[in-house]
């Protein structure tokens, strides 16, 4: 007999998969599921968004490796990720809980503010 779950429809679904800048390849099968080139990223849940909002859990770091478990489950080891990874990883998880798009604002050398689209994820930088 076949466990059909009514309620499989609604669970959640990633939004967008992720090519790491790194190619996967400083990570081992501990840190990382190595055997798919992309990486599936979820959109945050309320619990997700709470505990970033939570200054003691930002503080000491355990905000930001509750999200990247709950939203990349991929990744098992969130302290080995290496620092090009996370940044892509973060607007990734952005992206994916804002139905794909990210507004980022980056100031340039002259001081001014320049915004171009980001042809990888539709994101506006």
Same mark, same amino acid.
């Given at each position: 007999? #076949?466990? +059909?779950? /009514?309620?499989?429809? !609604?669970?959640?679904? /990633? ?12 990570? %081992? #099968?501990?840190? &990382?599921?190595?055997?798919?080139? #992309?990486? *599936?990223? !979820?959109?945050?849940? =309320? ?7 939570? *200054?003691? =859990? ?11 478990? +709950?939203? &990349?489950?991929?990744?098992?080891? &969130?302290?080995?990720?290496?620092? *090009?990874?996370?940044?892509?990883? !973060?607007?990734?998880?952005? =992206? +994916?809980?804002?139905?794909? &798009?990210? #507004?980022?604002?980056? %100031? ?5 503010? %320049?915004?171009? /689209?980001? /042809? +990888? ?5």
């Amino acid at each position: 007999m #076949e466990n +059909s779950n /009514p309620l499989k429809s !609604y669970f959640r679904q /990633p939004h967008i998969f992720l090519k790491l800048p790194t190619g996967n390849r400083w990570y %081992t #099968e501990q840190d &990382v599921d190595t055997s798919i080139s #992309e990486l *599936p990223i !979820y959109a945050m849940r =309320a619990i997700d968004d709470i505990m970033l909002n939570t *200054p003691d =859990a930002m503080l000491n770091g355990h905000a930001l490796w509750g999200v990247i478990n +709950s939203c &990349v489950p991929t990744i098992k080891n &969130v302290k080995n990720i290496k620092l *090009p990874d996370l940044d892509a990883i !973060y607007v990734a998880i952005k =992206a +994916s809980t804002h139905n794909g &798009v990210v #507004e980022l604002k980056r %100031t340039c050398a002259l001081a001014c503010f %320049t915004l171009y /689209p980001c /042809p +990888s994820l539709g994101i506006i930088i």
